[in-house]
């Protein structure tokens, strides 16, 4: 159990993350900036994993790793030794609110793991501009091609923001606070969530 988590998404509001905070601090695949201190970096693509394993982009620290990972690492056991020290653990939970692992973006499953392992009172979040905006731009993008055409991120944004509400719901008792430049969100959320802006 810990007081505080703070989730580093990739999106840009990420900016607003103090690096003087404490509590646990997770982030999702590549993050937008040095962070220390970090407690473990999530990822859930095959995607991601193909591009460390063919040494493209390199992810230090800790990982948590989701259920396409695993898929992955079952398939390379060579590279899966190779990482294994990086390893925290394989987080494959799959909320009943959300229909496949393509829809449980990394955002989703660091926040849902840092809320299921830690059961903070305060979860921060930071770099979620998706739920507000019709922006799914990526600090990952720099590294990796993501097909940002129109129609994609509109099934994107449309597949993501309603897994939101619910997980706040299922964390009742957790309170977020979510970071961004404006309190338009394009969700209703329940009364644990409150909008910081700076």
């Not at 905006?133 to 993501?160: A, G, I, K, Q």
């Amino acid at each position: 159990m810990a007081d505080v988590v703070h989730i580093i998404g990739n999106g840009k509001s990420s900016g607003y993350f103090d690096h003087s905070c404490e509590g646990i601090r997770i982030t999702c695949n590549l993050p937008p900036m040095a962070i220390d201190n970090v407690f473990a970096t999530c990822m859930v693509d095959f995607k991601m994993m193909r591009a460390i394993q063919e040494g493209s982009v390199q992810v230090n620290g800790h990982w948590v790793l989701g259920q396409r990972p695993k898929i992955h690492m079952q398939k390379h056991g060579s590279f899966y030794i190779k990482h294994s020290k990086q390893i925290r653990e394989f987080y494959t939970e799959l909320p009943k609110y959300v229909k496949t692992y393509t829809e449980f973006n990394c955002g989703h499953m660091a926040t849902h793991y840092g809320c299921n392992k830690f059961s903070p009172k305060v979860c921060y979040m930071y770099g979620f501009n998706s739920i507000f905006d019709f922006d799914v731009s990526s600090s990952t993008d720099l590294y990796m091609e993501s097909d940002r055409s129109d129609t994609n991120n509109n099934r994107l944004v449309n597949n993501w923001r309603g897994i939101w509400p619910q997980m706040f719901k299922e964390f009742s008792d957790t309170e977020f606070r979510i970071y961004h430049k404006h309190t338009n969100s394009k969700i209703n959320f329940p009364k644990n969530v409150k909008i910081i802006v700076p």
